[in-house]
């Protein structure tokens, strides 16, 4: 996908972040970032016809966001398409700024032909994170880059600092359909079936089979050096797929995991499910006689061979290409077994320096006492009023014209309903705004019951999450007798297998209005998500949610306040930086000169 992932003088621009001198007083730096999301054409899979993508300043993935933590970035998003769009910083937990969380219950959308500025702080955070769109399964197309929060210096890594850097893997499911056709299919009420392929950075295989994979397709090859350790940052992006992540000949240390670091494990291969990451410690103690190959291939669907995306690990002495067969995938393609276990195994490092899930220096999470149960059970999509939606005890959510966190700032009444309830109802289900009522300060536990025929994953914005539990069969008030109450791993994206449930615990301490979706973006476009509403009821001066941003955009309810953007394409008046700006776009152009 050459013509993706090319980079215009625009894009030089656009991954040139400057950290200037204090702003302000403040002690944390800035870093500023101009992109522009637009079409963009490739054939990732091989073939003559093209595929309309979605590329930020002409290149999948998009330009990588290197902070350390609390540093404040200010990222100049310019919607180039023809729809509205919105991007969702995933795993950043956008400590009291939830207007920049970008997800449509707290922003309208950008129009198309606008800018939005973003601008938020990485606070308390370390990690591997990414964004994507949020909107109309634009995600499906791409749109995705990486986040990645340092640590700050005086806080030591848990391993050795790694010799040979970082390398950072994104592995999506992809369908020759653009997002446009996905869409049109959900509405039809037709599922979207298997994905065409697996891609690796927005690549498509090697041609390790002559018959699976066609020649000329343009594959990725990861270069590293004999006797370096690199620091291996891992998404899975896609569509709806789990995928198997494993590299011939090479273990995969487990050190983190979404912003948690992990106990060190070691593993031969990896499930990733829909939205989750990981980074690994990789060793390059190979006889580099010659390259290795790199795998992510599907799991729990059928023709897995047909859906297997392969990267080149090509060290810089090797002698010539790849050798052998692919590494081996778990044994059954359809044994949920093997990942239910493997993902058990996956244990927080409770000895580990650094950012913590509140409450803050307390690993006894398992001793606090639960205020809010809420057990979420997922069916198969069904109809409902002549559509067939995704819901969460009975209720697929319908997103209003008027965004969630506006309508509860300027007091909208019959935008939504504080109601959700706390567990399945026996009554029919229904399309509805109904959101969780959650407690400011409270610790809610949370069950995610799959009643549906797929593995499913969930996120949850504006926080990490204790991982307490997974098992077969229907939740009970007993399984709470198998849960982890001491090193469950904190984090913000869980699978829950078919038949099966998984609980977390999270502490509500982040006022806002935070999504809670389905990954899976069919199960998500249908409907399958709720909001959990977090108010302080003693913030009477505003402390725990930051002012409403003077370059909000307004929609639905509210369209009369909004002004006409005068210059479009031209950055927008973020509240006390335009001028800050401007030198450091002055400063990069003498740079560039």
């Not at 869409?183 to 392929?197: C, I, M, S, Y």
């Not at 487990?254 to 992990?262: I, K």
């Not at 002004?563 to 930086?577: G, M, T, V, W």
Request: charged share 15%.
């Amino acid at each position: 996908m050459d013509s993706i992932r090319r980079r215009s003088a625009g894009g030089i621009l656009g991954i040139l972040f400057l950290v200037l001198l204090r702003w302000a007083g403040a002690g944390d730096p800035y870093a500023y970032y101009e992109w522009e999301v637009s079409y963009v054409w490739g054939a990732p899979l091989g073939g003559v016809k093209k595929q309309e993508a979605i590329g930020i300043n002409g290149q999948l993935p998009g330009p990588a966001l290197n902070v350390t933590t609390n540093w404040n970035l200010v990222v100049n998003v310019r919607n180039g398409l023809d729809e509205p769009l919105l991007l969702t910083w995933h795993g950043v937990q956008q400590r009291k700024s939830p207007w920049q969380d970008g997800v449509g219950g707290t922003n309208c959308g950008i129009p198309p032909g606008w800018n939005w500025t973003y601008q938020f702080q990485v606070k308390d955070q370390v990690g591997s994170f990414f964004y994507a769109p949020s909107t109309a399964l634009h995600r499906a197309g791409g749109g995705y880059g990486a986040i990645t929060i340092n640590n700050r210096d005086v806080i030591p890594l848990p391993f050795p600092l790694p010799d040979g850097g970082d390398i950072t893997l994104f592995l999506a499911d992809w369908y020759a359909r653009d997002h446009r056709a996905l869409r049109r299919a959900l509405d039809a009420g037709d599922p979207l079936g298997p994905p065409d392929g697996v891609l690796i950075n927005a690549l498509g295989p090697y041609r390790y089979n002559d018959t699976l994979v066609p020649p000329g397709v343009t594959y990725e090859r990861i270069n590293v050096d004999p006797g370096r350790t690199y620091r291996l940052r891992v998404h899975n992006v896609g569509v709806a797929t789990s995928l198997n992540f494993r590299i011939q000949g090479h273990n995969l240390l487990l050190v983190e995991a979404e912003g948690s670091y992990t106990s060190q494990q070691n593993y031969t291969n990896m499930d990733i499910h829909v939205g989750q990451s990981y980074s690994f410690l990789l060793t390059m103690d190979q006889n580099a006689s010659t390259d290795y190959y790199v795998v992510a291939s599907a799991r729990f669907v059928p023709d897995a061979d047909k859906l297997t995306g392969v990267a080149i690990l090509h060290y810089s002495n090797s002698q010539g290409p790849p050798s052998g067969p692919l590494p081996d995938a778990p044994d059954d393609q359809y044994d949920t077994a093997f990942s239910i276990n493997q993902a058990r195994s996956i244990r927080w490092n409770v000895t580990a320096s650094g950012a913590r899930p509140n409450p803050q220096g307390s690993f006894h999470y398992g001793d606090i006492t639960v205020t809010d149960v809420y057990l979420l059970q997922s069916m198969p999509p069904e109809l409902i009023d002549g559509q067939m939606r995704a819901t969460l005890n009975g209720i697929s959510y319908i997103a209003p014209s008027t965004p969630l966190m506006l309508a509860q700032l300027f007091n909208v009444p019959g935008v939504y309903k504080l109601d959700f309830p706390n567990r399945p109802m026996n009554r029919l289900p229904k399309l509805d705004t109904s959101i969780i009522n959650g407690t400011y300060k409270g610790f809610m536990e949370i069950i995610f019951q799959n009643n549906a025929t797929s593995v499913q994953s969930y996120h949850l914005d504006g926080y990490a999450f204790f991982v307490v539990g997974m098992d077969y069969g229907l939740w009970t008030d007993n399984s709470r007798g198998t849960y982890n109450k001491w090193d469950g791993v904190a984090r913000s994206t869980i699978q829950v297998f078919p038949g099966a449930w998984t609980a977390v615990l999270v502490f509500l301490d982040n006022a806002g209005i935070w999504n809670l979706r389905v990954e899976n973006l069919d199960a998500w476009y249908l409907g399958q998500e709720v909001y959990i509403s977090v108010v302080n009821p003693e913030d009477s001066s505003n402390k725990t949610v930051l002012p409403l941003p003077d370059n909000a955009i307004f929609c639905g309810a509210l369209s009369s306040l909004q002004k006409e953007q005068s210059h479009r394409f031209q950055y927008s008046e973020a509240s006390q930086i335009t001028q800050l700006w401007k030198m450091v776009f002055f400063m990069a152009w003498l740079a560039l000169w």
